[in-house]
């Protein structure tokens, strides 16, 4: 199962110990990420912000760990996710989870198909040690095995 999560990874698709000022710089980041691996057009970065906008912090979904993402729309051509290290952690405004240092961006073509692509990433986040080796890492290799 945690295949998929490499698959859903494309080309381009991983930044590693990037530096950001703020949560909108760690989104472009994603967004550009997903945008290089043809998973997405420009829009959906402008998507994704605006989702954060409206929505606020509840991205964030574990200590340290933000999932950027929009709905699904017409600026997704393919389900895939972008990974994102920070040098430097985030605050992104989350009371719980805050600072951020790994930015996982997500497109989903519809709002079914990527609920085992979900399970799967939430399966090696909850694995501390896992998590712990993404963020020191410094090679797209070690990133992509960890994933495996």
């Known amino acids: 199962m945690t295949m998929q999560v490499n698959a859903a ?3 381009g698709a991983i930044l590693l110990q990037q530096n950001a000022a703020d949560w909108l710089e760690c989104f ?3 967004g550009k990420a997903l945008v290089d ?3 997405v057009t420009e829009t959906y ?3 994704m912000i605006s989702a954060f906008e409206e929505l606020g912090p509840y991205m964030v979904i574990a200590p340290g760990i933000a999932l950027a993402h929009g709905r699904p729309s017409a600026a997704v051509i393919e389900t895939g996710l972008s990974l994102i290290t920070l040098k430097e952690p ?3 405004g989350s009371e ?3 600072p951020v240092r790994l930015v996982i961006g997500l497109a989903a073509v519809d709002h079914d198909s990527h609920l085992d692509l979900m399970a799967a990433l939430s399966q090696i986040l909850m694995d501390e040690t896992k998590v712990n080796i993404l963020l020191q890492a410094d090679k797209e290799a070690l990133v992509r095995q960890t994933l495996s």
């Open 37 to 39: 691996s043809h998973r």
């Open 28 to 30: 472009k980041l994603a």
């Open 45 to 47: 970065i402008h998507e």
């Open 96 to 98: 719980s989870n805050d």
């Open 90 to 92: 985030v605050a992104f």
């Open 9 to 11: 990874l494309g080309a």
